[in-house]
């Protein structure tokens, strides 16, 4: 029906990988189902690529309707920079705190997703002027057509595209142990439409939740235009009890669990936000610096990897210290961490240090974090004191 004929190699059931999350106390479990060859993966990536441009698509209306009204009924994001532009516009910070689906995936109701993903496409094409979107696993690519159809491209109507969500949505398996099983609740982790699937189905339900509020307390929903979620994961600043209005937005069973205790500071992403002086005070997070291991990280000099990797790596980092960090000292303290350990194994002082001083040429360092001089500021860091 979807025009895709397999050959010998891709005829498998895709395996069911059982992976221990050790940094958990007590340790945890997680399953993947996975395989580089199935039957089903070449209409998962061509779903995964048209529901990427659906989410696009999607992402852009929300955007009109939050210059028009000022209320963002579009809470989902790609990147951790995008929640700091977002909390960027919030004038006084009085609290944040963070929530996590504890069974996401797994819990996602199949009848409940195919019901309100099928009516996000069906507005989503009648919103974008189109008759059909154009798909190619081989260019990594949709986009919008309406009568132009380049070669290689597969054409995808708005219901074909709607009976590949219900294939897929309803004929995962997977094997283990010998036993073929049928998965009847829940989407897979590791299938190729998976994150996507989970993400628009989450997004058209707050979507719902804010257009109906919007019109019965708008300012409630101009608290909550400021809420934050990738995938799994939501930030919430300056409101309270958001585990009770989450009942009112995502089905029963998904079960939204705060990650913290305290409101004055928490995590999200690769972020640590605290609220000082009515202020969000921004700086890196990272995991593995809670866990009670080493975890080895960055290449080492004497290994087969060229040096220079590590050298441009230092840079990379302190290009992503400098757009996360809104505070000199939370950069200042990750410039120190990184550079001894990259030290420590080898790595040459000077050309570290000519690698910051590169860096601080290219990027507003010296404007951003206050400091006169950058071979000053490279030893500040190096020599700080947290």
């Known amino acids: 029906?979807?025009?895709?004929?397999?050959?010998?190699?891709?005829?498998?059931?895709?395996?069911?990988?059982?992976?221990?999350?050790?940094?958990?106390?007590?340790?945890?479990?997680?399953?993947?189902?996975?395989?580089?060859?199935?039957?089903?993966?070449?209409?998962?990536?061509?779903?995964?690529?048209?529901?990427?441009?659906?989410?696009?698509?999607?992402?852009?209306?929300?955007?009109?309707?939050?210059?028009?009204?000022?209320?963002?009924?579009?809470?989902?994001?790609?990147?951790?920079?995008?929640?700091?532009?977002?909390?960027?516009?919030?004038?006084?910070?009085?609290?944040?705190?963070?929530?996590?689906?504890?069974?996401?995936?797994?819990?996602?109701?199949?009848?409940?997703?195919?019901?309100?993903?099928?009516?996000?496409?069906?507005?989503?094409?009648?919103?974008?002027?189109?008759?059909?979107?154009?798909?190619?696993?081989?260019?990594?690519?949709?986009?919008?057509?309406?009568?132009?159809?380049?070669?290689?491209?597969?054409?995808?109507?708005?219901?074909?595209?709607?009976?590949?969500?219900?294939?897929?949505?309803?004929?995962?398996?997977?094997?283990?142990?010998?036993?073929?099983?049928k998965q009847i609740l829940g989407i897979p982790m590791g299938g190729n439409a998976s994150p996507f699937i989970a993400d628009l189905y989450l997004a058209w339900n707050e979507y719902q939740f804010m257009h109906a509020l919007s019109k019965s307390n708008s300012c409630l929903a101009k608290q909550l235009s400021y809420n934050s979620r990738y995938l799994d994961d939501i930030a919430v600043v300056n409101l309270k009890d958001f585990s009770g209005i989450a009942k009112s937005i995502y089905h029963h069973t998904l079960i939204l669990e705060p990650s913290n205790t305290s409101s004055l500071n928490d995590t999200f992403l690769d972020l640590y936000i605290r609220v000082i002086d009515m202020k969000f005070l921004i700086g890196i997070y990272h995991k593995v610096d809670d866990f009670n291991f080493e975890v080895i990280s960055f290449p080492f000099p004497e290994s087969n990897i060229q040096s220079i990797v590590g050298y441009n790596t230092f840079y990379s980092q302190l290009i992503r210290f400098y757009r996360l960090c809104n505070n000199r000292i939370d950069f200042m303290v990750r410039v120190q961490l990184t550079y001894r350990k990259l030290h420590s194994r080898g790595y040459d002082h000077g050309k570290l240090f000519r690698k910051f001083m590169k860096f601080c040429r290219n990027y507003a360092v010296c404007q951003k974090y206050g400091v006169s001089e950058s071979t000053q500021f490279w030893t500040e860091c190096l020599n700080f004191n947290n």
């Open 1 to 181: 029906n979807f025009n895709i004929s397999l050959d010998d190699e891709n005829k498998h059931v895709p395996f069911l990988y059982w992976t221990s999350k050790q940094h958990k106390t007590p340790y945890k479990s997680r399953f993947i189902a996975g395989a580089r060859k199935s039957t089903s993966k070449q209409i998962s990536q061509e779903l995964s690529l048209a529901l990427k441009c659906i989410k696009t698509q999607f992402k852009n209306y929300c955007n009109v309707i939050k210059k028009r009204t000022g209320l963002s009924y579009y809470w989902s994001i790609d990147n951790s920079s995008e929640f700091i532009d977002k909390i960027s516009h919030v004038k006084k910070a009085y609290s944040i705190e963070t929530f996590d689906f504890s069974t996401l995936y797994t819990n996602l109701p199949l009848d409940d997703i195919f019901k309100d993903l099928k009516l996000l496409i069906i507005k989503m094409y009648k919103n974008s002027g189109s008759s059909s979107l154009l798909v190619s696993t081989k260019r990594k690519r949709a986009f919008w057509s309406s009568g132009t159809y380049p070669a290689n491209y597969k054409i995808y109507t708005v219901d074909m595209l709607i009976d590949a969500l219900e294939f897929v949505l309803y004929n995962t398996y997977v094997q283990f142990g010998g036993y073929l099983f």
